[in-house]
């Protein structure tokens, strides 16, 4: 059996594609102008034109993608500062002392521990979009769950499951719904109260259905033995700094107008003074660093070869002329069904694009305007993207966390797509739902 091509592959094939779309489709443009109350550049209706322009050559693909880095650059040093950030507190034990220390407290309380265990990993997903870290954490979260009587499929479903419902329905996620409103060209962390509505009541949702699962499929539990080393004060010290840092990151954002470089600058800091906590010299600091920085190219890579795609579309002078043969079909639906029509478009798009960041940047600069066009908020289109992209990579195969986590568990793919089905199913309808309500508010 052939591998499934890696994201980077994936995207290269998309560079070609959008380079060849560029001699099959009609060059044109529509007129944008500024919108003082918005404070945001927009795309003026029945504004399009043809317009003549000469065609890229192949050096100007190969340029699109060094461009497509550099025009993210902020994004990209923002990815392995953060990246390293959090490896580099990995690497102190802080989390999983602070895991170990939970199972402790937890145990022989099963319903409590499985509540806790499942907010815990949502608050995860929705204040810095944990998900591979889950992996090194997965065995002794499936030795506790056993240890009071829960399957691996309830405790995957606790914590990656968790952690993704969180990530989808944040008003926070850095590299989710921050991303994605950046590219958009909302202000970052702009409508965060509604979020935080969808946000409590999916995860009541989520929480519920681990429940009603858990109660259905109870096993003999067996002997644990948590380890006994104590939650050390630096450890302590290392996770109330984490805390702290998104509060003041989140602070920034809303009342500063920080942007990427700012929370670049943060999480630098942050993870300096967490490595001289833990003990580490400046050049085991720096060093964990690196190793954290090599574990997040991957990511960082991505994101600016799907940048490479809109620089050739723009380039090309065909990225309206795919709006515009977009706008004419959705322009005779109802605003709300086109809407929530989008949600559709964004699950399919992620089956080949599994990075969330690299699927903002890609697709956010062409949905836009539509939004301009079709008389909706931008705001909306942010909700379709993070409420339906983010959720499947619970089922995508090329999502690798989630490949790694469910093996660690034990779970083939066939099983685990029948179990996870359907509660990303009801995540999907309230994410509709909320979709419906946020156009009938006029949620901007």
């Not at 009071?148 to 499951?161: C, D, E, F, P, R």
């Not at 602070?251 to 800091?269: K, Q």
Request: glycine share 8%; aromatic share 10%.
């Amino acid at each position: 059996m052939k591998k499934f091509p890696n994201a980077i592959v994936i995207i290269l094939a998309v560079i070609v594609v959008a380079w060849l779309l560029t001699f099959i489709i009609p060059q044109g443009s529509y007129e944008r102008v500024f919108d003082e109350a918005t404070e945001t550049t927009i795309v003026v209706p029945d504004s399009y034109h043809i317009q003549d322009a000469s065609p890229l050559s192949v050096f100007d693909v190969l340029l699109a993608i060094p461009r497509g880095i550099v025009g993210r650059a902020d994004l990209v040093v923002l990815i392995l500062l953060l990246g390293g950030c959090f490896y580099l507190i990995e690497k102190t034990g802080a989390f999983s002392q602070g895991l170990n220390q939970l199972m402790k407290i937890l145990a022989g309380k099963e319903l409590i521990a499985l509540i806790s265990i499942t907010l815990l990993f949502i608050t995860g997903g929705f204040t810095i979009a944990l998900q591979e870290e889950i992996i090194a954490m997965t065995p002794i979260l499936l030795l506790f769950g056993r240890s009071i009587g829960y399957n691996a499929k309830t405790m995957v479903a606790a914590s990656l499951g968790g952690a993704i419902v969180g990530a989808s329905f944040s008003p926070f996620n850095p590299f989710g719904v921050v991303i994605a409103q950046k590219e958009a060209g909302v202000a970052l962390l702009s409508g965060y109260e509604f979020r935080l509505v969808v946000l409590a009541i999916a995860a009541i949702a989520w929480v519920l259905y681990v429940l009603h699962y858990s109660r259905k499929n109870r096993i003999e539990k067996s002997t644990l033995n948590i380890e006994t080393e104590t939650f050390s004060f630096r450890n302590k010290m290392i996770l109330s700094l984490l805390a702290l840092s998104f509060t003041v990151v989140t602070y920034g954002l809303i009342a500063l107008d920080w942007g990427y470089n700012e929370m670049s600058a943060c999480f630098f800091f942050l993870g300096l003074v967490c490595g001289t906590i833990a003990g580490f010299s400046f050049n085991k600091t720096t060093e964990v660093y690196i190793e954290g920085f090599k574990e997040m190219v991957f990511a960082a890579l991505i994101i600016g070869l799907a940048n490479g795609v809109s620089v050739i579309l723009r380039d090309g002078m065909v990225i309206d002329s795919i709006v515009y043969g977009l706008f004419g079909p959705l322009e005779q639906l109802p605003p709300t069904l086109s809407a929530v029509l989008m949600m559709g478009s964004h699950a399919v798009i992620h089956f080949p694009m599994p990075s969330t960041s690299g699927h903002a940047i890609l697709t956010m600069p062409i949905l836009s305007p539509l939004a301009d066009l079709i008389g909706l908020s931008r705001q909306v289109y942010v909700l379709a993207y993070q409420y339906s992209a983010i959720m499947m990579d619970l089922i995508v195969p090329t999502n690798g966390a989630t490949m790694a986590i469910i093996a660690l568990a034990g779970i083939n793919y066939k099983n685990w797509i029948k179990f996870i089905i359907k509660p990303v199913l009801i995540m999907l309808a309230i994410g509709a739902v909320a979709i419906v309500i946020a156009v009938q508010i006029g949620y901007h």
